[in-house]
């Protein structure tokens, strides 16, 4: 491992290394995590935080679909599905409403008890915990989740193991070889307490397809059009001058579907990695 960074705004501080051969990023020691998401983390009152996706969920809806609209052309519903880190359950119990049978999984046990209360089928526990049986998914979702996880190639392999032939799984986190994180470097605000792994395209395709999935489709930037994300935004705008952040947007996810090959311009990806026959 060779050292990258200390990313010094957290208290504490926390260092950055790479693999020398894959170019894996990682917290050089990594935290105690089981602690991290309690109610505070949901709620916003620790310096590290989760935004509600409940207080601003007719808006978080316009992705939602999207991303579900994205996902019907894999894999229909009705289908089997889970979204892993599921939090308050938005994506899972919005895919229940567009016909697939739809299950949650958190570590949170704050979390889980609130996807419950909403009606959604969800565990408490790692993907590591073997909570469902081989072949029980059509789908699964890990949206900004694996950059969390303490042991994503066991993650992986379980996952592997719980996807059925010709399932899905849908990945979305940062590339670290995109460019932008690549010039912000130490201030790339990916570089969080709670991420203790950082991705390239390459590596995690790498790491998908070692564990059965052959075929890996790389969306840059995110895998539906801008005007989900426009649509979104409009649910934290308190006053007229906030549409004008629609033009950065705009702009971002332009410049975000500027990829070849390993180039790529922002560090926003999504990858849909499909389970193989055998």
Not at 28 to 36: K, N, R, T, Y
Not at 46 to 54: I, L, M, T
Not at 217 to 232: H, T
């Amino acid at each position: 491992m060779i050292y990258r960074y200390t990313i010094k705004r957290f208290r504490p501080e926390f260092d950055i290394v790479r693999c020398s051969r894959c170019g894996l990023e990682r917290q050089s020691v990594l935290p105690q995590i089981d602690q991290m998401y309690d109610e505070d983390y949901y709620s916003g009152k620790s310096e590290y935080s989760y935004k509600d996706e409940r207080k601003n969920e007719k808006y978080e809806a316009y992705v939602w679909r999207a991303r579900l609209k994205r996902i019907a052309e894999f894999v229909p519903a009705p289908a089997d599905f889970l979204d892993v880190g599921c939090a308050y359950g938005g994506l899972a119990l919005e895919a229940r409403a567009s016909g697939y049978s739809a299950k949650g999984l958190d570590i949170s046990k704050h979390a889980v008890a609130e996807a419950r209360k909403r009606g959604l089928d969800a565990k408490q526990g790692r993907i590591t915990d073997h909570l469902f049986p081989r072949g029980s998914f059509d789908v699964v979702t890990m949206i900004e989740v694996i950059e969390h996880l303490e042991d994503p190639v066991s993650a992986i392999e379980s996952l592997s193991q719980i996807i059925r032939p010709n399932g899905l799984l849908v990945v979305q986190t940062a590339n670290f070889a995109g460019q932008q994180a690549v010039k912000e470097k130490d201030s790339y605000h990916y570089y969080l307490p709670g991420h203790l792994f950082y991705f390239s395209r390459n590596n995690l395709t790498e790491l998908l397809r070692r564990h059965g999935f052959s075929r890996v489709v790389f969306f840059p930037g995110v895998e539906f059009g801008l005007l989900p994300k426009i649509l979104k935004s409009r649910g934290s705008f308190q006053k007229p001058s906030d549409y004008l952040k629609w033009i950065r947007m705009s702009s971002y996810h332009a410049m975000s579907k500027i990829a070849l090959g390993d180039f790529a311009m922002t560090s926003a990806m999504v990858l849909y990695a499909i389970k193989d026959k055998t």
